[in-house]
């Protein structure tokens, strides 16, 4: 059959989606544009109703504001969305099944002052809005309004990520990147008007862009299913009444489908669409024996920041699998892919690299975050227009060019010398009888990777000791998690993808065994620790496993914390209870000789299961890919598991010399400044021992921040170039004169300034240009783990490059010395009176807060805390005037007493979001 139209092509890109859906609305008025739950709607009546809700959005928004939609999956949902885009407004769809809590950062987040929804179901789910948010029935009567012409670079869409909890990370593309989007599905499809669409995703979702615009831009008819409302059995039979001919679905909904259906699942289909998650081969087999006869495979891989597929390919009928999971594809016109190792270098024919996305199509980058889009999307040299993305995907070409995907970077698991990919083990599951789904995980708890299975079951006789048993006959003992875990169901986000989030808030966290009330809180966690595996206060030495440096390990660490020594005590048949009854009170060192020489020696047994290659005497300095030709990073380590994880990442080019801090040693909560002059000095002498080193980078995480910096500075006295000093997740309160990086987690809530601030910014530059801070993944304690190391690796090699070309040495001192005190009066309406006096007791001039970003801080304590708490101030109040060097001013701030139980109030002069000049209780 003849069509009066042509297949969406490159020539509908130089315009706004408006024109090509107003001329398929004109030819196909008659034609069924949407079926759903409420019946069938024509091009016409979709086409009107579209207009009317973008004359109220016209009415309601400023040109380019975000419009958020808050509509069930029906067809008001895709009538607002291309109502948004014919008022030139990008939409933001959100889930009415998502979590209250989430979508409301998302609303506000994104800016959204207009919100398309049935006013009242919104406020009962959602509760308080943020303030000025204007909610519009899409059914309310409207007068036309003039519509401002459109852009195809007008932002299209805003979509957020789909987990639960986490700052909201919003993806935007403008109207050409969907029409290419559309375009090229159109064109690897052959859709026509003739054609049916599924539409099985939430409409807040990537995946149901393509259903959604390539349906209604192509005059074709979109079927509308509601998986999670209607159910397997009810989509089902919506799939055959509807007859359906491109049927879309992730690989778990149609193993999900055919579960439930023993025919065909979709009788009238031409073309199986299937993306978002691996395919198996095992799925492939059983798609072919459930799809009409000449109905073709079309899968790939993409993500919502690549905006669409980058690698693609319908399966030949004769195609025979030769692995676990069926290959993604070839590479698609306009998109461009490369594998690239952690430092961006290509890897070679055949090997495993991070995938690396080049195109001018690609999402235009983060909404209201230019900072992480900088960062994520960088221009292509030489190619104008052009950006790069790396999803954060692993995969490898095979010899017959298919790009085989071998799964995320944060999923890949290294325990006992092996590395396990999850997909193999997953595979193995879903062989067993009575499996329907499975999902593989790891978590370091007590500082061992453990591995957990989740599997969703058909049978409620399967037990974790049976399936155990069955998948030990199939795979290698390695590849045997350490815990089935059984569901009656697979918790699911709204795009159906597994809700990775929720299967890990039910790993167990390894418990404090405490079996006997005459043990100390905390004593048996340091036997698990070191241990790694629950300890019992019974359980004998002979049956845990312990060699001499672990018992060690345990012996230093109980010394240091309780008092304690076991010396001459271990036997096979003693247990850690009968231990602690026979401790004998340790006599601490008091002289300065003695507490270094007992220091030295904690730290080089701490070392002592370090896989690197000793470079001092004592052991206390370890050294790793010391053959690489990379600028070399020093780096003061909390555990040495740390190192040996780091230096896999950073890639054998990069050395890294690794020492332990105090940790362990040291409580973090009372530093001991004169230990970790001690600990910087002695790798001071260790680096001696490597010999000449013309410029290094030094770094430490946490509490091992301080030690770094004594040694940068015992480095530059000596005459080494440090070329830049990193800090992780600490600030500390004194300058420092040469090039500087500080990291904070992107999710350390207690630690990342952005939590606790307002507006947060690095106020250090303004006094040392050569410093900055960057987020980097993960929160506290989670960036040496196996799913964010990959990141920290990648941004030290980029500070270490970025370093090599800044040879300037430091600046000279630029100390910031400072001078508080205050009083405090009350009146009896509950009002107080502040008067502050500061003194700029160094040599730098202070300017205003509004440029320098200094402000007075002041935290009412309630009797319970000590010291600054963890939460935003009470009141910040900016500096307001520029201080000379040794001039004192006073300021004076009115508040309000009682908003808190009230005892003290603590004061602060800080660079805000950065750190404190000085506090006063």
């Not at 789909?162 to 989007?181: A, E, F, R």
């Not at 159906?496 to 390894?510: H, Q, Y």
């Not at 060690?552 to 036997?571: C, K, Y």
């Not at 000793?614 to 598991?641: I, K, Q, S, Y």
């Amino acid at each position: 059959m003849a069509w009066d139209i042509a297949p969406l092509g490159p020539a509908d890109l130089d315009r706004p989606v408006a024109d090509r859906f107003l001329r398929v609305a004109d030819l196909f008025g008659a034609r069924v544009a949407i079926v759903d739950s409420e019946g069938a709607i024509d091009y016409r009546t979709f086409a009107l109703k579209a207009r009317a809700i973008a004359s109220l959005i016209a009415a309601a928004s400023g040109e380019g504001e975000p419009v958020a939609l808050f509509l069930p999956a029906t067809r008001t949902m895709p009538c607002a969305m291309m109502g948004a885009l014919l008022a030139g407004r990008p939409y933001v769809p959100l889930d009415p099944s998502f979590p209250a809590e989430h979508l409301l950062r998302i609303l506000s987040h994104s800016g959204a002052q207009v919100m398309i929804c049935e006013p009242e179901h919104a406020r009962a789910v959602l509760g308080d809005m943020p303030e000025g948010l204007r909610l519009i029935s899409p059914h309310m009567p409207t007068a036309p309004v003039d519509l401002a012409p459109i852009r195809p670079d007008n932002p299209a869409y805003v979509l957020y990520t789909s987990g639960s909890t986490g700052t909201p990370k919003g993806v935007w593309q403008d109207q050409t990147g969907l029409l290419h989007d559309v375009m090229q599905f159109t064109q690897a499809v052959r859709l026509t008007p003739a054609d049916r669409l599924s539409l099985l995703y939430s409409p807040a979702v990537n995946g149901a862009i393509r259903d959604i615009f390539g349906a209604l831009l192509n005059g074709a008819t979109l079927c509308m299913s509601d998986l999670r409302r209607e159910g397997l059995s009810h989509v089902l039979e919506d799939l055959d009444r509807r007859k359906v001919t491109v049927l879309h679905a992730m690989p778990p909904v149609l193993r999900a489908l055919m579960s439930s259906q023993k025919r065909n699942i979709c009788p009238e289909a031409r073309v199986l669409y299937t993306a978002g998650d691996r395919l198996l081969t095992r799925d492939l087999s059983d798609l072919r024996a459930r799809l009409p006869e000449g109905c073709s495979v079309y899968t790939g891989i993409g993500s919502t920041e690549c905006a669409t597929l980058y690698r693609e390919w319908t399966i030949p009928d004769g195609w025979a699998a030769d692995g676990v999971t069926v290959p993604v594809g070839h590479a698609i016109l306009d998109r461009e892919m490369r594998l690239v190792d952690a430092g961006g270098q290509e890897v070679a024919a055949g090997e495993v690299g991070f995938i690396e996305i080049s195109s001018p199509y690609i999402a235009r980058g983060y909404w209201n975050d230019p900072a992480l889009t900088k960062a994520s999307f960088r221009p292509v040299s030489g190619r104008p227009g052009w950006r790069c993305f790396r999803p954060g995907d692993l995969g490898r070409v095979r010899n017959d060019g298919l790009l085989e995907f071998v799964g995320r970077a944060d999923r890949q698991i290294k325990i006992r010398g092996y590395r396990l990919d999850p997909v193999e083990i997953e595979a193995a599951l879903r062989e067993l009888g009575g499996v329907r789904d499975a999902v593989v995980l790891a978590e370091e708890i007590c500082g061992r990777v453990r591995v957990y299975a989740f599997v969703e079951t058909a049978s409620t006789h399967l037990s974790e000791d049976q399936m155990r048993r069955e998948l030990g006959r199939q795979v290698p003992a390695h590849l045997v998690p350490d815990r089935i875990v059984l569901l009656s169901a697979m918790p699911r986000l709204a795009n159906f993808k597994c809700d990775v989030g929720a299967l890990r808030r039910m790993i167990p966290v390894t418990p404090d065994v405490q079996t006997d009330p005459d043990l100390p809180s905390g004593y048996l966690a340091i036997w698990s620790k070191a241990l790694k595996r629950p300890v019992a206060a019974g359980d004998r030495l002979e049956g845990l496993g312990a060699d001499s440096l672990a018992l060690m390990e345990i012996e230093l660490e109980v010394a240091e914390r309780f008092g304690r020594s076991f010396g001459g005590l271990f036997t096979p048949e003693i247990t850690p209870g009968a231990l602690w009854m026979s401790a004998a009170e340790v006599q601490r060192p008091t002289d300065e000789a003695s507490r270094a020489s007992d220091t030295i020696r904690r730290l080089s047994i701490l070392m002592a299961r370090s896989t690197g290659a000793a470079v001092d005497a004592e052991g206390t300095m370890r050294g790793f890919n010391l053959d690489g030709d990379r600028t070399p990073l020093v780096w003061c380590f909390n555990n040495h598991n740390e190192a040996e994880a780091l230096a896999g990442a950073l890639g054998a080019d990069q050395p890294l010399l690794a020492f332990r801090s105090l940790n362990g040693i040291v409580s973090p909560d009372a530093p001991d400044p004169w230990r970790e002059r001690l600990v910087a000095g002695n790798a001071m002498r260790a680096l001696d021992a490597v010999g000449s080193l013309a410029s290094v980078v030094v770094g430490g995480n946490c509490q091992a921040a301080p030690i770094a910096l004594n040694l940068a500075n015992n480095l530059w006295t000596a005459g080494v170039h440090v070329a830049s000093l990193i800090f992780m997740e600490r600030a500390l309160p004194i300058p420092y004169a040469g090039r500087h990086l500080v990291l904070f987690g992107a999710a350390s809530a207690r630690h990342n300034p952005r939590f606790l601030f307002a507006q947060p910014q690095t106020a250090w530059p303004r006094y040392v240009p050569r410093s900055r801070r960057a987020d980097i993944p993960g929160a506290h304690g989670q960036f040496f783990q196996p799913r964010y190391v990959a990141a920290l690796a990648q941004t030290l090699r980029e500070e270490i490059d970025l370093a090599r070309h800044d040879p300037s040495g430091p600046l000279g001192p630029a100390g910031r010395r400072v001078s508080l005190s205050a009083e405090t009066s009350f009146q009896g309406d509950g009002r107080g009176q502040l008067k502050v006096r500061i003194t700029n007791a160094g040599p730098m001039i202070w300017a205003e807060g509004a440029i320098s970003g200094i402000a007075l801080t002041v935290h009412s304590l309630a009797p319970s805390e000590q010291g600054r708490p963890h939460r935003k101030p009470d009141l910040t109040v900016p500096l307001p005037f520029a201080l000379l060097p040794g001039e004192t001013r006073e300021i004076s701030i009115s508040f309000l007493h009682g908003l808190r139980t009230v005892t003290r109030l603590h004061l602060g002069l800080c660079e805000e979001g950065y750190h404190w000049f000085t506090e006063v209780t």
